[in-house]
């Protein structure tokens, strides 16, 4: 009796927990085949209490040669909410108006952050909004229930609207990438990587340091050493602002690069922008000028052409070309000088800046052996620079060449460059020929000091010979003696070699008569080139817009301070004027 009775109980039991069993198994299955996944995610976390979290890395830091600071990771705060509190305590009206107050910025927008009872978690005023050291405090001394600081990373440009176009910027979203500039070409090495924590919380949200599971720390992000001097920079971004203002133009922009190695030492465009404020920038604004705009050079093409000629002996520094008075036709087509000229030297034809000098020496050689050359100098092909947003330029293949093409392609018309492009034409003649491929950055190092990138000169090649560009540096040195277009461009107590050019800008049904893009490149000292410059104005509004007039002073304040700074001794018999005598024909 006794044994059956246990035989009764023990089944009765075993039956109750298949029950319950039963019970689970079904729960297990309605759950699996009728929650979503945020709901299956949710039961999870709030069964187990894990989390994982990505932890925070610093992003690299960008500095000039000199290892000044130019971009940098800084703690600052941004503003978070628990909406659910406050909207549970029924003041997301007082609430979005207070904030509002605070950042100066619509309560609409606020409250359409905060309004929301079912969440438990916001970024208020736009996704990780980062505060300024004044409006966090404002926010802590203001107490809003269910509003909170915590800390995050935010990129700092201590040189605000300095470099910007080369720098580029970094976006507001959590994985932080760059956008525009060094930021973007080099956002592999910047970024870092996050780390990684998965631990479990108790009942009041608190982590359980025991029940830690995996915590890896963040990799910071590596340092980008640039070639860029500060300093230098600094001297170029004033000397254009200070030219966009006297001769009201729309735009300007100037690259100083070393002739022997390729390094750019400054690289600047008016207008600029705060890469700290890049979503108030107009879009103008943004483009790095010196690599993205293309336009037709003017006359600084002809030493690509008569350099060519040179090079080819077709032509002799003291053969003379007739320049008929001011006015050629050719092909039916009439062709005018600035200036009418009779007879010139080929020296002279630079010297001058003769069109139709130039045009009768382009035709001494054949289009393909000038094509040839074109391309040797990298006309139609991007450099490499180191930064996103180079365009390419425009050179059309021979083949859609006209008979009339080598006559204005040797005026800088029916081709497009970029300033960098035709600085690396003028540096390949000061580096006796030799062309250096130009770079931006120097070294890139981890965060203990090891090099992981480190760029050293590259030549491209040598497109004319040394004695060709020997020739040609004598050339360009007369540019900026008495009766040259470039007298305006002279530094005291050093030599110049350098070019002018005033091209018209293309329009509907052909070219305009008053607007301009107005350039002077050139090197110094000219018996032994140590820098070369290029400085391009877009539509000067003054009554002179050739560009002698307007640039060639802009070329004279960079390069005067430029060689001072970097202790750059004069060479030779200097020309001791850094003003042009009154009464000097300015040209072209």
Same mark, same amino acid.
């Given at each position: 009796m006794?044994e ?22 079904a ?20 069964s187990?209490?894990?989390?994982? /979290? ?21 703690? #600052? ?26 950042l ?21 005023a ?24 915590r ?15 080369v ?5 507001? /979203? ?10 973007? =070409? ?47 920079q ?20 100037a ?15 008016i ?17 790095n ?34 320049c ?7 092909? =039916? ?9 009779? #007879? ?20 001494q ?11 040797s ?12 947003? /180079? ?19 040797a005026?800088?018309? /029916? ?21 250096? #491929? ?34 040609? #540096? ?8 008495e ?6 461009? =002279? ?34 000292p ?9 400085v391009?104005?877009d ?39 850094? =003003? ?9």
């Amino acid at each position: 009796m006794i044994e059956r009775n246990y035989r009764n109980r023990l089944a009765s039991v075993a039956l109750l927990m298949l029950l319950a069993l039963g019970c689970v198994s079904a729960r297990l299955i309605y759950l699996h085949f009728q929650l979503g996944p945020s709901q299956k995610r949710s039961l999870r976390i709030v069964s187990t209490r894990q989390f994982r /979290e990505s932890l925070t890395v610093s992003r690299g830091k960008i500095l000039d040669r000199n290892g000044n600071i130019l971009a940098m990771d800084l703690v #600052k705060k941004e503003l978070c909410a628990n909406p659910a509190v406050i909207c549970s305590n029924r003041n997301a009206q007082s609430v979005a108006a207070g904030i509002s107050h605070i950042l100066n910025v619509e309560p609409r927008l606020v409250l359409e952050q905060i309004n929301r009872p079912e969440r438990r978690f916001a970024y208020v005023a736009g996704f990780g909004h980062v505060l300024e050291p004044d409006q966090a405090e404002a926010i802590a001394a203001a107490r809003f229930a269910g509003v909170f600081l915590r800390d995050a990373m935010a990129r700092s440009y201590p040189q605000g609207n300095g470099l910007c176009h080369v720098l580029g910027y970094v976006n507001l /979203e959590a994985e932080r990438y760059g956008c525009a500039g060094v930021e973007q =070409r080099w956002d592999r090495y910047l970024r870092g990587v996050p780390g990684l924590l998965v631990s479990e919380l108790d009942g009041r949200r608190h982590e359980i340091y025991d029940r830690r599971q995996v915590e890896i720390e963040p990799h910071p992000g590596a340092d980008v050493f640039l070639t860029i001097d500060q300093y230098i920079q600094h001297i170029v971004e004033r000397a254009l602002a200070e030219a966009v203002r006297q001769n009201q133009a729309t735009a300007a922009w100037a690259i100083v690069q070393r002739v022997r190695t390729g390094e750019i030492l400054a690289m600047a465009n008016i207008p600029s922008f705060d890469p700290g404020a890049f979503r108030q920038a107009a879009p103008e604004s943004m483009r790095n000028r010196c690599i993205a705009n293309i336009y037709e050079p003017g006359s600084t093409f002809k030493v690509a052409i008569v350099a060519a000629a040179l090079n080819e002996k077709a032509v002799a520094p003291e053969q003379i070309f007739d320049c008929e008075t001011g006015a050629w036709s050719f092909q =039916r087509r009439v062709l005018h000088d600035f200036h009418p000229y009779g #007879k010139l030297s080929v020296a002279d034809i630079i010297k001058k800046s003769s069109n139709i000098g130039a045009a009768k020496v382009a035709l001494q050689l054949d289009a393909a052996r000038l094509y040839a050359y074109l391309r040797s100098f990298g006309i139609g092909e991007r450099t490499g620079i180191e930064l996103p947003g /180079e365009e390419v330029g425009m050179l059309y293949p021979v083949a859609r060449w006209t008979d009339l093409s080598p006559t204005r392609i040797a005026i800088g018309h /029916e081709v497009a460059v970029t300033a960098l492009q035709m600085l690396g034409v003028l540096a390949c003649i000061a580096n006796d020929g030799l062309r250096m #491929k130009p770079y931006i950055v120097q070294r890139v190092t981890d965060a203990d000091g090891q090099i992981l990138f480190q760029h050293s000169p590259v030549a491209f090649g040598r497109p004319i010979r040394a004695d060709t560009a020997r020739l040609m #540096k004598n050339m360009l040195l007369r540019v900026t003696e008495e009766g040259g277009t470039g007298t305006r461009a =002279r530094v005291a107590g050093y030599t110049v070699g350098g070019k002018t050019g005033t091209a018209q800008k293309a329009v509907r049904g052909g070219y305009s008569d008053t607007l301009n893009m107005s350039s002077f490149m050139g090197f110094i000292p000219a018996e032994d080139p140590q820098l070369a410059i290029i400085v391009v104005l877009d539509e000067p509004r003054n009554d002179v817009r050739t560009g002698g007039y307007v640039a060639g002073p802009v070329f004279r304040e960079i390069a005067e301070q430029a060689v001072r700074y970097l202790d750059i001794a004069p060479q030779g018999n200097a020309v001791i004027a850094s =003003r042009p005598p009154a009464g000097l024909d300015y040209g072209i």
